[in-house]
């Protein structure tokens, strides 16, 4: 069975440091330790890499589940939709690229 990653680079409205500090925060309550998460990790863009082919956005967000089926039922898990709730007002722009993984 076919791991997924499931990464979301978020651009913020106001991408002030409490903002993205809040983001940040809310991603490590809200979106860790769902079942079936084998791996999981949030940042901020390196503003010092900037070439031409670099996606700019204030947040990313990668969430590796066991299989599709986690991934599914974490779409619709309360504190999933709690933390999309709570930031969402501030998102400018929410890209999503999921993949299944290959060994």
């Not at 979301?8 to 440091?17: E, I, R």
């Not at 967000?61 to 939709?81: E, G, K, N, S, W």
């Amino acid at each position: 069975m076919a791991r997924l990653a499931h990464h979301v680079f978020f651009t913020l409205k106001d991408n002030s440091p409490a903002a993205v500090d809040s983001l940040v925060a809310d991603c490590q309550k809200y979106l860790d330790d769902h079942d079936g998460v084998i791996g999981f990790s949030v940042g901020r863009r390196d503003a010092e890499l900037d070439r031409p082919v670099n996606v700019k956005f204030d947040v990313s967000l990668h969430v590796i589940f066991r299989d599709r089926a986690t991934h599914d039922v974490y779409q619709t898990a309360p504190r999933h939709l709690e933390f999309i709730e709570r930031q969402k007002e501030n998102w400018a722009t929410v890209q999503v690229c999921d993949s299944l993984l290959e060994d």
